[in-house]
């Protein structure tokens, strides 16, 4: 078996999906007022994070906090309805999704290669998109709800064992480790230095849209990088933003 992996944020999705998830709450239909506490309290952690205010706060601490902030944009929902909220946001995520890197998915898929994956995104969100693809298998975060009284409606949403860095690797072990997969003819993609666990694994690493860390690594270990136009547009709206 050889293995196609994919990361998604800033993979195969350009962007970013916990500030999109914010952005899009209200025109899915759901309260401005709510979207606006969770602005603050992320701009809050976002701030310290850019500002090193707290040298504890890693890019992967960071995730971890927002995660965990983003959630509580469902508190009160039913089960039901966190998966059709999800479920309507994987519309606007499959719309935006970077086609040059879903052609390499497909691809692969014609090659016979399995195709996973790979994500600290949200597994009611990721699922949905994965169908959508024809992905064969998930690996992600999944959520779930712990209720907080009597009432239904009084339930709050938590991530389960994040699977980010070095969990990747492992939750991949965990899934494979036993399994004949053919990890040199295997591929992986993904745009983040905390992500060169997984590419090591893999005989093709390729890094799209790398951040700067995983492009000196790339460089150095002569790894495939892949530039791509949505990647390129997101950039430079960034920089012009700054």
Known sequence: MKLAIYDFD??????????????QYPKLGYSRLRQAKIFTQMMVLFTKYKMKVDKSLTKEVFRGKATHIVLSILDGMSENEMLKFFEDLSERVF????????ETL????????????????????????????GIHEVICTDVKGISLGKSQNNIRYVPEKLITGDNKVEALIKRFGQDPV??????????????????KKVGN???????????????REN??????????ALYNRTISSK
């Open 10 to 23: 800033g993979t195969l999705f350009p962007d970013e999906t916990v500030p999109f998830i914010v952005k």
């Open 95 to 102: 719309e935006a999704l970077d086609q040059e890197v879903v």
């Open 106 to 133: 497909k691809s692969h898929q014609k090659d016979g290669f399995h195709v996973l994956l790979l994500s600290g995104g949200f597994k009611p969100l990721m699922k949905p998109l994965a169908d959508k693809l």
């Open 182 to 199: 053919e990890w040199t003819a295997s591929y992986a993609y993904a745009d983040s230095v905390y992500d060169q666990g997984v590419l």
């Open 205 to 219: 690493p390729i890094a799209v849209n790398p951040d700067r860390g995983l492009l000196e690594i790339s460089q």
């Open 223 to 232: 790894w495939k990088v892949m530039m791509t136009k949505s990647g390129e």
